[in-house]
């Protein structure tokens, strides 16, 4: 099965299938499939909840620093 691959005129932003765009004639690009829309407040979210690798984000690891009173 072959998957038709979503273009984009970079002059236009118009998108199509085609290699080259109905109104201006010049070469579209290929658009890379997202996984997640980059206006998807969800996904924004998503992200500022994983905010992995801030100091925040390390405080709240659980530490086993000085806790070793069951051996
Ligand atoms: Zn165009």
């Known amino acids: 099965m072959v998957r038709t691959r979503l273009k984009r005129c970079t002059k236009c932003k118009k998108f199509g299938l085609k290699d080259k765009c109905d109104e201006c004639g010049i070469s579209m690009k290929e658009v890379a499939p997202?996984?997640?829309?980059?206006?998807?407040?969800?996904?924004?979210?998503?992200?500022?909840?994983?905010?992995?690798?801030?100091?925040?984000?390390?405080?709240?690891?659980?530490?086993?620093?000085?806790?070793y009173s069951d051996e």
Not at 41 to 51: E, H, I, T
Not at 53 to 60: R, Y
Request: glycine share 8%; proline share 9%; charged share 40%.
């Open 34 to 67: 997202l996984k997640y829309s980059p206006e998807d407040p969800q996904g924004a979210r998503r992200r500022k909840r994983l905010n992995a690798g801030s100091e925040k984000w390390i405080d709240s690891l659980p530490s086993i620093e000085g806790d």
